[in-house]
């Protein structure tokens, strides 16, 4: 079975990351959404509740799991059996980072392949902090996640 791993920090799962997992869902038989738990990065969303926010996502999606992992990707990407690391490209300056990581991953794991989709015109812009920005600002977020997210943001807002 030729499986690919999507890792990310997910926090949380907008529709520009649904588009990539679903785009590599139909080139792979089975895509693994690996969700990094120790990001250096201040976030929103715990593990637990970014996992929880990605399985609902993908949840009609036969072929797409959604599993957390600690340490390097490119180990994570070995235990699950995946042949490729699966990333998506916005603008020119994702080539490069991804350019870099790519390189890293390639010199620990040369067996495991880097593919890179472009990411749909409509999400090119999206991230996970301007997303997190204009619902903190009570802005329309409802046609760039998906359901659960937009709940889970509103929670998060009204619990402030
Ligand atoms: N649509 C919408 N947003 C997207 C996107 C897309 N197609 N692609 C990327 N983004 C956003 C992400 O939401 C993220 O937003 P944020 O910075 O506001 O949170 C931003 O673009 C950067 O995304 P990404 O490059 O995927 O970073 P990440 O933090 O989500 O994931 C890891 C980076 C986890 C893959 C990387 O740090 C890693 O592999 N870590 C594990 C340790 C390791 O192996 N290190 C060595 C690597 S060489």
Redo the contacts with the bound molecule.
Sequence with gaps: MTIALY?????P????????AVRASRLFEKVVI?V?D????DLMFNTEERVELAELSVKSFTNIEVKP????????ASKVGAKA?V????IGA?FE??R??????NK?SPEIELVC?M??LK??Y???????EVARLDGDIYDLVPEPVAKALKKKRENR
Excluded: C, W
Excluded at 87 to 90: A, F, V
């Design positions: 890792p990310g920090t997910f926090d799962i907008t529709n520009g990351h649904l588009d990539i690996g990094y120790t990001p250096s990065k992992f600690n340490g390097l990707t490119v180990e994570f690391i990333r998506g490209l916005r994702d980072y991804e870099e990581m790519a390189l890293m991953n620990l989709l990411a749909s999400y090119q999206l991230s996970s902090s301007r997303l997190k």
